[in-house]
T-cell receptor, first 112, second 115 residues
Framework: AQSVTQLDSQVPVFEEAPVELRCNYS??????LFWYVQYPNQGLQLLLK??????LVESINGFEAEFNKSQTSFHLRKPSVHISDTAEYFC??????????FGGGTRVLVKP | DAGVTQSPTHLIKTRGQQVTLRCSPK?????VSWYQQALGQGPQFIFQ???????QRGNFPDRFSGHQFPNYSSELNVNALLLGDSALYLC??????????????FGPGTRLTVL
């Protein structure tokens, strides 16, 4: 079975400052990794994913995540956040079968 | 290109009642998964449908059942509602079961409140 731990439940950050959201997973088999973002009262939107190849993956809106197999981590970073990045972020893994296993989420509050 | 749609948006039921939630997958997708997201938590996998059959199931009781139609749309049914069933129910669609890399795309969800 897989499990995902998001180490920070809330991350307050000032606008234009960098942010890092931590994600660690546990799995006995190889996994695929995803970050989803959820804006208030909305569903989940795919932010980025790691399937294979380069361990550094990027999204179109400036986020990046690095897959670290030895540390079983997939931390999400953005060098400069905007007010519009205020949302909840979920890390998820997929191994055998097609189900996604999610972490508990990290709420990012960007302050002006 | 239509994304994943869900209906209704909100629903209020009382304990013991039954509810049906509906989902239409993204155009071109044939696999539908359902997730329950309780307040302040991450989504939990309920089950997945492909070719009108339940293919995988999470740790949910038999009160939770589903169906997939020939046009790939899906329903989630919950019987004998409990207060703890109050949550956001999310539908996700993807293409096929063959590739573990298939990305799931989520709908906006149905907010169920059980009183």
């Amino acid at each position: 079975a897989q499990s995902v731990t998001q180490l920070d439940s809330q991350v307050p950050v000032f606008e234009e400052a960098p942010v890092e959201l931590r994600c660690n997973y546990s799995s006995s088999v190889s996994v695929y990794l995803f970050w989803y973002v959820q804006y208030p009262n909305q569903g989940l939107q795919l932010l980025l994913k790691y399937l294979s190849g380069s361990t550094l993956v990027e999204s179109i809106n400036g986020f990046e995540a690095e897959f670290n197999k030895s540390q079983t981590s997939f931390h999400l970073r953005k060098p400069s956040v905007h007010i519009s990045d205020t949302a909840e972020y979920f890390c998820a893994v997929k191994a055998a079968g097609n189900k996604l296993t999610f972490g508990g989420g990290t709420r990012v509050l960007v302050k002006p | 290109d239509a994304g994943v749609t869900q209906s209704p948006t909100h629903l209020i039921k009382t304990r013991g009642q039954q509810v049906t939630l509906r989902c239409s997958p993204k155009s071109g997708h044939d696999t539908v998964s359902w997730y329950q997201q309780a307040l302040g938590q991450g989504p939990q996998f309920i089950f997945q449908y492909y070719e009108e059959e339940e293919r995988q199931r999470g740790n949910f009781p038999d009160r939770f059942s589903g169906h997939q139609f020939p046009n790939y749309s899906s329903e989630l049914n919950v019987n004998a509602l409990l207060l703890g069933d109050s949550a956001l129910y999310l539908c996700a669609s993807s293409l096929g079961l063959a590739g573990r890399s298939d990305t799931q795309y989520f709908g906006p969800g149905t907010r169920l409140t059980v009183l």
